[in-house]
């Protein structure tokens, strides 16, 4: 079975109990906060497209802006790994060059990404202040192909990871600690991806009507 076998698409009819904090300074809550916008404007050049073949894989991704304002991450994976010496390939992603893009985000409860995508499975990747350099929250997300979605996230559904493993005991996510989000192509399959990109939003999903959580959850959830 592979990664996500036992998951499924759902979009949930209620929103998650909400993980919220006072804002620093007592005053009144922000309802969202742009994070990274992908419009007219935007520079290409603040993001790279990574793949395995920085370590000898065949993988491709680029990044490019499109027409209508908005960036396309694209490419295709190739599993193969013959004639290198990796033990597995596969691997394209998307990233800030700048490990520290984000400030804290004290108040806010849920990510909420504009995307529209292939049909097939991403990762939106947190990076936060840790001890531990490569431990990330994860979490999965598609939506249906080719049809534009405001994909929301909570943090109570990412998962803390070390280089691709689930820890045994994962701690929740603490919003004062924000660094960066990035994103993974999740499916180890062979063949092409394509996601389209519009902005990346922090939410707080109590001062947002109608925001509820948009991505994938396990069948026994």
């Known amino acids: 079975a592979g990664p996500l076998a036992g998951w499924s698409w759902e979009?949930?009819?209620?929103?998650?109990?909400?993980?919220?904090?006072e804002g620093a300074f007592g005053g009144p809550q922000a309802r969202e906060r742009m994070l990274y916008s992908f419009g007219a404007g935007a520079d290409p050049a603040a993001w790279e497209a990574v793949t395995d073949a920085d370590f000898g894989g065949r993988s491709r991704a680029k990044l490019e802006p499109t027409e209508q304002g908005t960036w396309v991450f694209s490419g295709?994976?190739?599993?193969?790994?013959?004639?290198?010496?990796?033990?597995?390939?596969?691997?394209?992603?998307?990233?800030?060059?700048?490990?520290?893009?984000?400030?804290?985000?004290?108040?806010?409860?849920?990510?909420?990404?504009?995307?529209?995508?292939?049909?097939?499975?991403?990762?939106?990747?947190?990076?936060?202040d840790s001890m531990v350099k490569h431990h990330l929250f994860q979490a999965f997300f598609t939506t249906r192909k080719d049809e534009w979605t405001n994909v929301v996230l909570p943090f109570d559904r990412f998962t803390l990871t070390f280089q691709g493993q689930v820890e045994g005991e994962s701690l929740p996510i603490d919003p004062r600690q924000f660094q960066a989000v990035s994103f993974l192509m999740a499916e180890r399959k062979d063949g092409e991806f394509r996601m389209e990109l519009e902005w990346v939003k922090a939410i707080n999903t109590r001062l947002r009507k109608g925001a509820r959580y948009t991505g994938l959850v396990h069948d026994q959830d």
Do not use: C, H, W
């Open 76 to 128: 295709a994976l190739d599993l193969s790994t013959e004639g290198t010496e990796m033990k597995q390939a596969g691997y394209a992603g998307l990233q800030p060059r700048q490990r520290k893009t984000i400030k804290s985000l004290d108040g806010f409860d849920a990510l909420e990404v504009r995307a529209k995508t292939d049909g097939r499975v991403y990762i939106a990747n947190i990076k936060t």
């Open 11 to 21: 979009q949930r009819q209620e929103p998650r109990p909400p993980l919220l904090r």
